[in-house]
């Protein structure tokens, strides 16, 4: 797959996403990940990108022409049709039924806002799926970028080691009915630390009663501390708030 982030700081993307699964997949081939800098494509000669807002107030907001033109410039670096996301406090709740359908998409293209947010005519104009990591706000869309590259990433076949399976995490577990579940707790030696025990199923060997016992504490733990998840589905995903940009080959999660 191919990353794009469009963003004023590319050099927020480097330490972050060189190390752990990020950076091993991109070691191994399995990711290709590119920050740029909008400012590139800035037409002013002091490299600006924003301007004071129509109607006054605080901040200041990201002017169209640099973005779009970065967009649609760094489109044309690849063949493949991307998948543009915005990164935005008023977007989609991000949940793992969209990271899935993410994860499937050839090409994705994050543009990451910043100051006061972003002209909304570039928003029209580009007509992104708007996606929010959850109901608060961060200072720039770096970070929440990054979250959605880490989360897509680790779903790439072979991105994470073999002692590793997403589908083995919360909200990829899913029980009967398909509904989400969080995972169940784990362990590891020693065997006693602070007084504190294991629980004796795990230690004893029998494969049957640790799946069973396993799959008791996901649907106690779903139940005691995320019931919502038992009320309302996480598989559905909203329908895509704008065509996305491969033509419609993007295929939806099934709900
Ligand atoms: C300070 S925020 C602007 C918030 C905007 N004035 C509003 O209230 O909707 C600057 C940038 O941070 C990013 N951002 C902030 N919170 C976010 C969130 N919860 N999810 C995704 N991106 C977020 C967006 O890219 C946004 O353009």
Avoid: N
Wanted: aromatic share 4%; proline share 8%; with cysteine.
């Amino acid at each position: 797959m191919r990353i794009d982030v469009l963003t004023l700081f590319p050099g927020m993307f480097e330490p972050i996403l060189g190390e752990s699964i990020p950076g091993r997949a991109a070691a191994a081939g399995i990711l290709e990940l590119h920050a740029h800098d909008i400012r590139a494509w800035s037409q002013d000669k002091h490299r600006k990108v924003d301007d004071r807002p129509f109607g006054g107030g605080p901040g200041m907001v990201m002017m169209c022409q640099p973005l779009v033109d970065a967009v649609e410039a760094v489109e044309r670096m690849d063949p493949r049709a991307a998948c543009r996301v915005l990164l935005t406090p008023q977007g989609e709740r991000l949940a793992q039924p969209r990271v899935e359908w993410l994860s499937r998409q050839p090409r994705l293209l994050m543009v990451a806002g910043h100051y006061e947010g972003i002209d909304e005519r570039a928003i029209e104009e580009l007509a992104p799926l708007e996606v929010s990591v959850g109901d608060f706000i961060v200072s720039g869309g770096e970070i929440p970028a990054m979250m959605l590259v880490d989360a897509v990433t680790r779903l790439l076949p072979g991105a994470l080691g073999h002692e590793q399976s997403a589908a083995e995490d919360s909200f990829s577990r899913r029980d009967e009915e398909g509904r989400s579940l969080l995972d169940c707790p784990h362990y590891t030696r020693p065997r006693e630390w602070r007084g504190r025990g294991v629980p004796e199923v795990l230690i004893g060997g029998d494969h049957a009663a640790i799946a069973r016992w396993r799959h008791d504490r996901m649907l106690e733990r779903t139940q005691q501390r995320r019931p919502d998840l038992r009320q309302r589905p996480l598989g559905g995903i909203p329908r895509p708030m704008s065509q996305t940009a491969d033509g419609g080959q993007a295929q939806d999660a099934p709900g």
